[in-house]
């Protein structure tokens, strides 16, 4: 059962546009919703985070919007740069036993053409 | 570097072989993640330990897996009679007890020939 589920699986978007990722999720035992990046051959980077008592956080040109009532949450990257390429993964976990490790999406690969 | 690290970052095997992971965590996080993924994928849980204890297992994790925490500090992962199906990046991530963020090593790619 695939409890995060995230598109688009690919993306191209222009430098300086705006980079639009989504997920939705089933587990209403969740309460930690990261996004990681990664690029080849590396491991996963902590991007940026939310909890579901805000309904957005800001940290620098990253941007994630959450709405709890519809289970879904989306990373904006704005200004998207060439050095923005790379993959990225919505993940979600919860607050004990099973839920506690991380649920991934299919993840998104994002290319951001100079 | 005071982030995770694994070793070694790349492992030729061949089916049937036995293979160990070592992962060292970043130093006082207590909580040790194992995760496995398949190209194209997201990571997938394995295990999890708190201090040297193994809390959770997946079904992923088969009887030719096994992880220890011997001293709570440093994890190794061990694959007994791989197979091709195990050829996959291994991860490794560590955090603080009561915190949920999870920062992860560079991972150890393994190939099953």
């Known amino acids: 059962q695939q409890q995060v589920k995230q598109s688009p699986q690919s993306l191209i978007v222009q430098k300086g546009g705006i980079s639009i990722i989504n997920c939705a999720y089933e587990?209403?035992?969740?309460?930690?919703f990261p996004w990681y990046q990664q690029f080849p051959g590396k491991g996963p980077a902590l991007l940026i985070a939310?909890?579901?008592?805000?309904s957005e956080k800001k940290e620098g040109r990253f941007t994630i919007s959450f709405n709890k009532s519809a289970k879904q949450f989306s990373l904006h990257i704005m200004d998207s740069q060439p050095g923005d390429s790379a993959t990225y993964f919505c993940?979600?976990?919860?607050?004990?036993?099973?839920?506690?490790?991380?649920?991934f999406g299919s993840g998104t690969q994002l290319t951001v053409l100079p | 570097d005071t982030g995770v690290s694994q070793d070694p970052r790349h492992k030729i095997t061949k089916r049937g072989q036995n293979v160990t992971f070592r992962c060292d965590p970043i130093s006082e996080h207590n909580r040790l993640y194992w995760y496995r993924q398949t190209l194209g994928q997201g990571p997938e849980f394995l295990t999890y330990?708190?201090?040297?204890?193994?809390?959770?297992k997946s079904r992923l994790l088969s009887d030719r897996f096994s992880a220890e925490r011997p001293k709570g500090s440093f994890s190794t992962l061990e694959i007994q009679r791989t197979e091709q199906g195990d050829s996959a990046m291994y991860l490794c991530?560590?955090?603080?007890?009561?915190?949920?963020?999870?920062?992860f090593g560079p991972g150890t790619r393994l190939t099953v020939t």
């Open positions: 330990f708190q201090n040297e204890a193994q809390l959770e």
């Open positions: 993940a979600a976990s919860g607050a004990s036993g099973s839920a506690r490790q991380l649920t």
């Open positions: 939310i909890r579901p008592d805000v």
């Open positions: 587990n209403t035992a969740f309460d930690y």
């Open positions: 991530a560590s955090s603080w007890q009561g915190a949920s963020e999870q920062y």
